[in-house]
């Protein structure tokens, strides 16, 4: 008699992670046109789309073995967190899908979950991601980026970008211009600003090449190293720069650059003036080759 009296007890306490458990999400929030956003999953997919309300609509499903959601904030910022229990081995992946405004300021943070955003135009947008691929297409003022294991994609219409991964690869493309700075440990690196002059460029790699297709602002600088791996610059005919590279054990190309490899040993360097000089170009590699190349 007294264990049946306990059973509707113990069935009322499970009743919020029941409810939590594998279930839709259909949450709605206030927002600020220009607000903030900051997003948190642990497992799964994050997925950020926008639109011109000022509100957060927040979709998806809670995989199963969730311990909490939480949705905290309004006015000019919002808190969207999916936890699991620190042994979360038989828990499920959950599906975040948030649409926000267009000018909301974007955190994403996942762990192992794929993150796509598409449509950003807010003054910053910052992710941080393990064990999972990253996608990005918009126009954030300033964007940092960052993957352990996993793959970067970005398409940004951006004037600061900062990206990093290991164990992974960047593909970075467009309308950037202001400075942007990328690191890969184990992949290879791609950076084209099509056609848009930088101030400044800072690219080193580890065991992967470097493509750079990009464009040098007056009194820019371009600064690209690599261990283990090729660096390939390429710039317009009229760039106007003094370039110096060198390469402790591998090869180095230049239009019209007189290579110098000293008496005994491996090595290579250069030094070359183009157009005025007004800019500055460092290449340097340690156990691969490097070219510019003008077009």
Known sequence: MAVRSLLPLMLLAALPFAVLAGTPIDETRPLDARGSVDISNVKGRIQVRVWDKPQVHIGGTLGRGVERFDIDGEGDSLDIKVKYPNNSGNSEPTELIVDVPVLASLEVNGVSADIDITGTAGRTLEINSVSGGVSVAGAPGEADVNSVSGDLRLTLNSNDIKAQTVSGDIALSGRIKGEVSAETVSGN???????????????????????????????????????????????????????????????????????????????????????????????????????????
């Open 189 to 295: 690196l791609g950076v084209d600003s099509k056609g848009e002059r930088l101030r400044k460029v800072s690219s080193n790699t580890v065991s992967g090449n470097a493509t750079l297709r990009v464009a040098l602002a007056d009194g820019g600088r371009i600064a690209a190293e690599s261990v283990s791996g090729d660096i390939t610059l390429s710039m317009p005919k009229s760039l106007s720069a003094q370039v110096g590279a060198k390469s402790f054990s591998g090869d180095l190309s230049a239009p019209g650059a007189r290579i110098e490899r000293p008496t005994h040993g491996p090595g290579a360097s250069f030094e070359q003036r183009y157009g005025g000089g007004d800019g500055e170009i460092r290449l340097e590699t340690f156990s691969g080759d490097a070219t510019l190349e003008l077009n």
